[in-house]
Every structure is written in structure tokens, then in C-alpha cells.
């Protein structure tokens, strides 16, 4: 019989006795090991539902694999599994969720000590701020983002990840010479010759910019330049909202042609397939109404928009101020002057709230014509 309490054991001369030191200190190692093997699955798994696309799992096994990892004070596995957390609520769609978590990573002291993290976290922040339609917000995290990547010695995609970031909130916030400058910038990062995704998520972004200043021929060579690098059978979901995008910024330039419609009929194929939030399928209801509107279809343009204004709620602030905007303009062509009203002041209204201030100046020019001030 082995006696592990220190004290002789009353079972004849053979008993022996062991110190109580050493055998409580292998019992925590074990405990320790368990506990660590389990936060090394629970990370595994998180990865594995990130990869698979199920971003409430992802959210869910990240978030316990944050807390022991915090319970073991093991900062890395922490900040790891905490930012994977905010992406995966980014993912959702869950956009202010995932801004009050990234602001907690910015806040730990492992990320003021890496201007690497300091870049990914504050990209990731400018993301979720221009989801929720904190424009100015974002372009300060997006500035803070690229400034700090390019400080960092071989860190090009993390720079580029940053700048792509920087010039979406400032082109959303209507600041498009300011943005054109960055796509410059951009466009100098794309000559080392970074992974096609990158190239093209990028060439994407600087389209995206050129249709907003009216460049529609830098515009169209640009997002060629993306489809040409993105590819549908590596992502689906990025080709549908690729798709999208270039569709809806086409619209905006006023390109009302068969490959803006192709645009549309790709995404909306894509996005069958892939599922995707319901703030995905307004936003492409949204692009699909648009096209209505310029192409004089506005009754079926109206029942989309009234849609989708239901639930506005779900979009980023400008996003909803263009649906109002837009269902403004086909009530007014429809001759329905009170309806076209209250949805250009509430367009109006939520554009300065979100600091699109000269889309808020062309709803006021709408309201002022509807009311036969012009």
C-alpha cells in the first residue's frame, strides 16, 4: 500500500511513504495538461468552423477558447482566439458587437507592444465602424492601421490589408480626392506583386473609387483587373459580394449597361449558393432596386426598396440613407410627392448622420425640386 500523506501507514513494514510535494505537483501538471490540450482543440475547432464558413460557431468555440485561455495567462492564445471572435461577430454581421471587441484588443498591452497587431486590430475596427456607419471613426482606425504596417519590414499584405481599409472609409465618407490619393498609394504596394486574392480585392477597391469620381473608364479597367483575379471556385462568397459591389458602384457612375446587369445576375446567382446574412441579401436587393430605378421600372423598384427599409435597422447607416434615397427618386417619378418627401428627409437625415455630407446636399437638392423650389 502506498501512503501518500506523508505519514507512515499503519499496514506492516513494507509501507513506504512518499512526500506530498512531488505527487501534488505532477497531479496540476496533469490537470494543466488537460486544461491546455483542450484550449489547443477548442482553438482547432474554432479554425475549422471559420474555414467552413459558420461564423456563430466560429464566434462561440473562439469565445471559450479566450476565456481559458485567460484563465492559463496565455496572452497569444488569448488575443488569437478574441480577434478571431470579433471577425467571426464582423462575419455576422454583428458589426457594433464586433467594434467593442476589437476596442479590447486595442486595449491590451500585447497590442501596444507589436505595430503588427496594432495594424491587423485597427484594420479589423475600421471594418466593423464602416459596417455600422461610423465613418469618421473609421478613417481614423484605417489611418492608425496603415500607418502602423508601414513601419514593419516585409509585412506588404498586412499594408495593403490596412490601405484597402482606409480607402473604403474614406470613399463611404464622401472624402474621394483624399481617397484617390490612397489608391495611388495602393496601386505602387500592388507592383510587388502580392497573392491574386489580394491583387484583386484591391483592384477592386481602387474601381470602386474611380467610379465615385466619375472615372468610368479606370473604373471598368479596374474591376476587370479584379474579376480577372478573383476567382469564383477559390471563394464564392467574395466573387458574389465582388459582384455586388461593382454593380452597385457601376450604378452609382450612372452605367446602365449589359455588364452592369451581368454584375447583378452573378451575384445574386453566387449568393444563392453561398447563403449569406440577411444584411448580404438586403444589400443586393438594394443593388437589384437600383437598377430598376434607372431603368424606369419604379414600381417594382418601390416594392423592393419598401423591402428593404423594413429593415433597416440591419445596414450601416449610409447604406439605409441610399434605399431612402432611392425610394424617394421612384416615388417622385411616380408622382407620389408625400411619400417621396418623407423618404429624401429621412435619406437627407441619415446621410449627415453618417457623414455623407454631400449625398446629404444631393438629397436636400431632390426635396427642394419635389417641393418646386427649383
Known sequence: ??????????????????????????????????????????????????????????QRIAEQAAAMAAELKDDNAWWNMTFLQAESLRKQGLVRESAMVARTLQHHPMTGQSAALVARVCTMTSLALQGSGDLADAVVEARRAAESAARIPGQQELHIEAQNALIAALADSDQLNDAWTECLVLAELLEDNPSKQTSGMSYWAIGNVAFLLQRVEDGTKYHRLAAENLSPTNDLDLWARFNRASAALRLAAGVVEPETLECIDRAEMASSIVGGSERDRLELALTRAHWLVLTGQFDAAIERL??????????????????????????????????????????????????????????????????GFD
Not at 501507514?9 to 505537483?25: D, L
Open 1 to 58: 500500500m502506498l501512503a501518500i500523506t506523508g505519514r507512515p501507514a499503519a499496514c506492516g513494514p513494507r509501507c513506504w511513504t512518499v512526500p506530498p510535494g512531488p505527487v501534488r505537483e505532477l497531479k496540476v501538471v496533469k490537470v494543466l495538461q488537460e486544461i491546455t490540450g483542450e484550449q489547443v482543440l477548442l482553438e482547432l475547432q474554432a479554425r475549422s468552423a471559420w474555414n467552413q464558413r459558420d461564423y456563430e460557431q466560429t
Open 306 to 371: 419598401r423591402a428593404v427599409t423594413s429593415q433597416e435597422s440591419l445596414l450601416a447607416t449610409h447604406t439605409a440613407a441610399e434605399a431612402r434615397f432611392l425610394l424617394g427618386q421612384a416615388y417622385n417619378a411616380r408622382h407620389i410627392e408625400l411619400e417621396a418627401l418623407l423618404n429624401l428627409e429621412a435619406s437627407e437625415e441619415l446621410f449627415v448622420q453618417s457623414g455623407a455630407n454631400d449625398r446629404a446636399a444631393a438629397a436636400r437638392q431632390l426635396i427642394h425640386k419635389v417641393q
